[in-house]
């Protein structure tokens, strides 16, 4: 994950987005008045976003605010992107996000999967998805690491590679306070019961991908 998904994120999932925004924004020292010029809004804007006067915004914007400060440190030389860039997980296959939600079960067609639980649930959006190893996930992922891998939204497909039976996967997910919007096994030898029944508990669709 790079620095703009860990920031987006961190934003996303924050109790007070705005708090957050603004941390950011002065950990790279820009002030309110030069980010809104990079994004050719009001001052004021910024300013309520960070106090909390307006809504929090939506993932479009994070989106926006983020990149504006990342572009506006790489034109200083890229000081702050440095000091924070972190190496993607050696777990994480790859990681993408959709220029927009496409509803769960067009995504379950399009890779040619089969829902063996919580079939009920396929009406949801689906943003993007991240591929993960496994038995790496099971032995490498940190708490910090789980979190890229839902990079700008949660509500992403989590589609784990090496899957024997499926156990170990949906009890992380089970543990975890953060919930994919599915969970997709590719080529699984068998899907273990108790995977079914935690996705039925926690009502992620699980699908079986060839």
Known sequence: MDIAEKIAGEITLSEKPGKTIRK??????????TLADFLKISPSVISDYESGRRASPNIASIRRIVEAMIKLDEG????IIKTYSTKLSDAIFDIREFTSGIPAKIFVKAIKGRVVASKDYLDRKIHGYTVID????????S??????????????ALVFTGVKYGRSPMVAVRAHPLKPGMVVYQKPEKVDALAVKLAEVEKIPLVVSP
């Not at 496994?134 to 992922?141: F, H, P, R």
């Open 24 to 33: 950011w924004r002065e950990t790279f020292h820009i002030s309110q008045g």
């Open 76 to 79: 200083r030389g890229s000081n």
């Open 134 to 141: 496994s038995l790496k996930a099971i032995t490498s992922l």
């Open 143 to 156: 708490s910090f690491d789980y979190l890229k891998v839902y990079g700008w939204s949660t509500d992403r």
